[in-house]
């Protein structure tokens, strides 16, 4: 049982540059999330979605798109990359009721932008 | 909105060593709390949550987190640290369909 998968793990873009990371979960959960960790800040929300072909706004979205067209992948899209974009992201499921039984997190992507 | 404080950014212990690490949060009705760690290189694992009854939840590994609603407080016990409980950790709170996160506590323990 996979969990929650994140592709890739690791990239290094230029400034300008463009990529998709994308979350897979195989736990038919309704909610998926991303966020971004940096030191100091916790985890931030950048986007989340309560069901397939929905999607909203969290509390960091500016530079970002994300997309659900299936149930079980939540594509998150950096249009022109910024060094102030370097950072690791977090893919989060959650079953029905919203996050009333907490997330079941990816292992990560590790983005750098120079 | 929902908001999470850990006021403990960094705490240093020797094994054997007691654990207490705060979190506080803001809203005053319903609420689901959680504490998360994370090992280093590693994804946020779930410690244990609260959602209501006995207000002493126990977790894996012999965490365990007293949620005491006057306060606003959910802090995170365990009586005798390990070198293996070096992480950071992560207090949460639902906000209807999301977590709030807490800036994190990181722990290092020293043999």
């Known amino acids: 049982n996979a969990g929650v998968t994140q592709t890739p793990k690791f990239r290094v873009l230029k400034t300008g540059q463009s990529m998709t990371l994308l979350c897979a979960q195989d736990?038919?959960?309704?909610?998926m999330y991303w966020y971004r960790q940096d030191p100091g800040m916790g985890l931030r929300l950048i986007h989340y979605?309560?069901?397939?072909?929905?999607?909203a706004k969290g509390e960091v979205p500016d530079g970002y798109n994300v997309s659900r067209l299936k149930k079980q992948n939540f594509l998150l899209g950096l249009e022109s990359a910024a060094p102030s974009q370097t950072s690791v992201y977090f893919c989060?499921?959650?079953?029905?009721?919203?996050?009333?039984?907490?997330?079941?997190f990816g292992s990560g992507t590790r983005l750098t932008v120079v | 909105a929902q908001s999470v404080s850990q006021h403990n950014h960094h705490v240093i212990l020797s094994e054997a060593a007691s654990l207490e690490l705060g979190c506080n949060y803001s809203?005053?009705?319903?609420?689901?709390l959680f504490w998360y760690v994370q090992y280093p290189g590693q994804h946020l694992q779930l410690l244990l949550k609260?959602?209501?009854?006995?207000?002493l939840v126990k977790g894996i590994k012999g965490f365990e987190a007293e949620f005491i609603k006057s306060k606003f407080s959910f802090n995170l016990r365990k009586p005798s640290v390990q070198w293996s409980d070096t992480a950071e950790y992560f207090c949460?709170?639902?906000?209807?369909?999301?977590?709030?996160f807490g800036t994190g506590t990181r722990l290092q323990v020293f043999p």
């Open positions: 609260y959602f209501s009854g006995d207000p």
């Open positions: 736990m038919n959960h309704e909610y």
């Open positions: 979605s309560v069901g397939e072909g929905t999607t």
């Open positions: 809203y005053g009705g319903t609420v689901n």
């Open positions: 989060a499921s959650s079953p029905g009721q919203g996050a009333y039984y907490g997330y079941t």
């Open positions: 949460a709170v639902r906000n209807t369909d999301k977590l709030i």
